[in-house]
């Protein structure tokens, strides 16, 4: 079984300052690993993904994160926020067992930026 | 291309009482999966369908249902509604199944259960 940590419910950051949003997962297989942001009132958008190869993931929206697997981490991070990155962050994983696409979700962190 | 679509955006049901969600994938996309979105329990997986068979199930009762399509199109069904069925329902859809595709999400459905 899968499980994934977000250490932090929430994180004030003040405008251009930098960011990170730590994750970490449990599992016994090689796992894909995912971050997804969430606006209010709105779906789940991807961010960036760690397939395979190069450890530093860069994503959209100027996030990086870097996949850590004897930490088994996951963490994200951004150089400069800004108030609109103010939104719900989730990380998840998923080995694609079974022939699914099932994700498994951290109970996410809420970054609000402010002024 | 059109995104993931959802019907209805919104909806009030009472306890006992059934309700049906629709969900349209990206035109091309075979694989439809089906996520609950509460406060206290986060996101969690419903099941997934591809090529109309079911693919993965999630810890949910059988209350919950689920079908897809010809069309790829997905339905997920909840009978006997309870309060704590209340939650956005999330919809994604991707190319295939069996991994690694990224998956798109609908912007959910919001149901209350009074």
């Known amino acids: 079984a899968q499980s994934v940590t977000q250490l932090d419910s929430q994180v004030p950051v003040f405008e251009e300052a930098p960011v990170e949003l730590r994750c970490n997962y449990s599992?016994?297989?090689?796992?894909?690993l995912f971050w997804y942001v969430q606006y209010p009132n709105q779906g789940l958008q991807l961010l960036l993904k760690?397939?395979?190869?190069?450890?530093l993931v860069k994503g959209i929206n100027g996030f990086e994160a870097e996949f850590n697997k004897s930490q088994t981490s996951f963490h994200l991070r951004k150089p400069s926020v800004h108030i609109s990155d103010t939104a719900e962050y989730f990380c998840a994983v998923s080995d694609f067992t079974g022939g699914g696409n099932k994700l498994t979700f951290g109970t996410g962190t809420q970054l609000k930026v402010e002024l | 291309k059109a995104g993931v679509t959802q019907t209805p955006r919104y909806l009030i049901k009472t306890r006992g009482q059934q309700v049906t969600l629709s969900c349209s994938p990206i035109s091309g996309h075979r694989s439809v999966s089906w996520y609950q979105q509460t406060p206290g329990q986060g996101l969690q997986f419903l099941f997934e369908?591809?090529?109309?068979?079911?693919?993965n199930k999630g810890n949910f009762p059988g209350r919950f249902s689920g079908r897809q399509f010809s069309n790829s199109r997905s339905e997920m069904n909840v009978s006997t509604l309870e309060l704590g069925d209340s939650a956005l329902y999330l919809c994604a859809s991707s190319l295939e199944a069996g991994g690694p595709y990224e998956q798109y999400f609908g912007p959910g459905t919001r149901l209350t259960v009074t």
């Open positions: 369908y591809f090529s109309e068979t079911q693919r």
């Open positions: 599992s016994s297989v090689s796992v894909y």
């Open positions: 760690y397939l395979s190869g190069s450890t």
